[in-house]
């Protein structure tokens, strides 16, 4: 024993460090990094079809607030027309999605960092994707366009991973074992 420390003192600890870094790496995973900015939120809604002007002051607009209550009618958020945590979680988790099934089906030159902020490059790389199906590129990705980009991921999904082709090693066949003949020993002269 070291400094009266057990073996399960340690165990236990690490244990405790370990749950702890867990816990914080999966903090990444949460819908939203932070509450968004008026401006954001605005963008978002812009970005995935709903009528909505991005300006500093968009969230007192009565477009703004119609659209939003619309967001959360269409998604049962309960509606209240308040950009609220649920809201924002929602809202974050769709652009999250969507970037990430954009990554898998376009895999553009400049990979789209998962976050939930609807950008100008979240917006040229929707574009890419339209042009792609021949659709009008607007930038905007209402659900109709997630819904395919959606079920093309999901096809990207399933399809196999090239494996490398295995060669096999040869086998090898052991040498028959030779047992060696005695040696003659001279006998001595008289």
Not at 46 to 75: D, H, M, P
Not at 150 to 158: F, S, Y
């Amino acid at each position: 024993m070291w400094c009266g420390i057990k073996k399960s003192s340690v165990t236990v600890a690490l244990l405790g460090l370990f749950t702890a870094g867990a816990i914080i790496s999966n903090s990444g995973l949460a819908a939203r990094q932070r509450n968004y900015a008026g401006m954001e939120f605005c963008s978002v809604l812009q970005g995935l079809g709903y009528q909505v002007t991005v300006s500093n002051n968009c969230l007192q607009a009565q477009q703004t607030k119609k659209s939003i209550r619309e967001f959360q009618k269409g998604y049962k958020l309960g509606v209240d027309g308040i950009v609220g945590p649920k809201t924002q979680d929602h809202a974050a988790s769709i652009v999250r999605i969507l970037k990430a099934n954009l990554n898998l089906v376009l895999k553009p030159q400049k990979t789209l960092t998962v976050s939930q902020f609807y950008d100008t490059q979240t917006q040229a790389v929707v574009k890419q994707y339209q042009k792609k199906l021949g659709l009008e590129a607007t930038g905007i990705a209402d659900l109709a366009l997630r819904q395919r980009l959606d079920k093309e991921a999901k096809e990207v999904l399933k399809k196999p991973t090239s494996t490398p082709e295995v060669t096999p090693t040869p086998e090898v066949t052991p040498t028959p074992e030779v047992t060696p003949t005695p040696e003659v020993t001279p006998t001595p002269e008289v």
